[in-house]
């Protein structure tokens, strides 16, 4: 077997197989929009190696066919880019990517019938697939986005990609109408050593990255009320946790605050579990909307919250809690001619706290105090805090 139908084989194997994985881990990973177009991106290579195959072996120097084997090559990099940049929430431009093929085709032509140049004509497929991958590949590491799991491998496999097109590109530019036998064994060194592994690389990387977003929706669904999409009792023992332990670094004050909606039994009750619910998820916007910057909520239990203040002594902590009890007595539920109140304990971090629940239990005593004053009301527990 010669060294070009070598290569030709393990390349078409690979994208089939990638194809393949492609397309089950639509069905059974996370994100399958971004999985189908993955597939299609080693499914359409699939056809380009049959295709270039046949051209080589078959009819070489056919410029017709050429074309038609170039067009298809430019399109597998249109499609890795537009799953990147769908994955990056960013504009897909699907109409400019289809100009540029068609400015590529275009120049293909030109060197293919009105200004004959063999290695001008070749180097247009591997340098337009490089500059197609980067414009993708970009939008993931753009400034101010941060990697998700998985982001990284893919987005240094296809940079890789992308340097090997741009070598290669630069080498069929180099030969034009007269190759030399020294450019035509650094071409083949290139594809031969460069396309194989990274295209596993690429499908692997790209499976890494889906298996990625399934564990994320399974975490997120893990830390995650069903009814209300506040964070749960799990994810709130996680962030006391981790903000105690920047709070006793940085040497700031923390505040907890747990929120007991007054009379919620009875909401119950008197107007059914639907109204009850109803309660607890405009609670759930509300904290939502105003913890959105310098907070961190969830919902305990029952019709109980736990509101986190970083950086904010008991003083300034009562007086956001004393807003959000106003803005509690705002909400109405349907037409049901009730007033919603809340109760609120207030407690901080001391210097002897060993984990949440100590605050918590300083918080819920506070609470306790409210509820016995009469409800609707905020009670602060004065235990000692961190200095701040």
């Not at 893919?154 to 080498?171: K, N, W």
């Not at 747990?258 to 579990?273: A, M, Y």
């Not at 002897?352 to 609707?376: C, F, H, M, P």
Request: proline share 4%; aromatic share 8%; charged share 20%.
């Amino acid at each position: 077997m010669s060294v070009d139908a070598f290569i030709f084989a393990i390349l078409l194997v690979v994208n089939a197989l990638m194809a393949l994985a492609m397309l089950l881990a639509a069905r059974t990973l996370g994100q399958p929009r971004i999985a189908y177009i993955l597939a299609c991106t080693f499914g359409i290579n699939v056809l380009l190696y049959i295709v270039d195959a046949i051209y080589i072996f078959l009819f070489r120097g056919n410029l017709a066919l050429n074309l038609i084997v170039s067009m298809i090559a430019m399109t597998p990099p249109i499609f890795a880019a537009t799953a990147y940049r769908l994955r990056s929430g960013l504009p897909l431009h699907l109409g400019r990517l289809a100009a540029a093929h068609l400015a590529a085709t275009a120049l293909i032509l030109w060197f293919s019938y009105f200004d004959p140049n063999r290695g001008y004509r070749s180097a247009i497929v591997p340098l337009f697939a490089a500059s197609v991958l980067i414009f993708g590949t970009t939008a993931l590491v753009r400034p101010g986005r941060r990697l998700r799991l998985g982001e990284r491998p893919i987005v240094i496999t296809s940079y890789a990609l992308a340097a090997i097109e741009v070598a290669g590109g630069l080498v069929l530019a180099a030969m034009r109408n007269s190759p030399t036998p020294a450019l035509e064994r650094a071409y083949t060194m290139i594809v031969f050593l460069g396309l194989p592994g990274l295209t596993v690389a690429a499908g692997i990387f790209s499976l890494y990255l889906l298996a990625g977003d399934l564990a994320e929706r399974l975490r997120v669904a893990a830390d995650t009320d069903s009814l209300t999409g506040a964070p749960n009792r799990r994810a709130i023992e996680v962030t006391g946790a981790r903000l105690m332990d920047e709070a006793r670094i940085a040497g700031r004050p923390l505040t907890i605050a747990i929120c007991d909606v007054d009379h919620f039994k009875e909401i119950n009750d008197l107007h059914g579990h639907g109204h009850g619910d109803e309660v607890l998820c405009r609670l759930t916007g509300l904290f939502r909307e105003q913890l959105a910057e310098g907070g961190d909520y969830g919902r305990f239990g029952g019709e109980e919250f736990v509101l986190f203040f970083p950086g904010s002594n008991l003083e300034q902590a009562r007086r956001r809690v004393e807003a959000l009890r106003e803005r509690i007595m705002e909400i109405s539920i349907g037409d049901l001619p009730i007033r919603l109140t809340a109760s609120f304990g207030v407690a901080g971090m001391s210097l002897t706290d060993q984990s949440l629940a100590d605050i918590v239990r300083r918080a819920d005593r506070a609470l306790y105090a409210s509820k016995e004053a009469g409800r609707n009301r905020t009670t602060v527990d004065r235990q000692g805090q961190l200095a701040g």
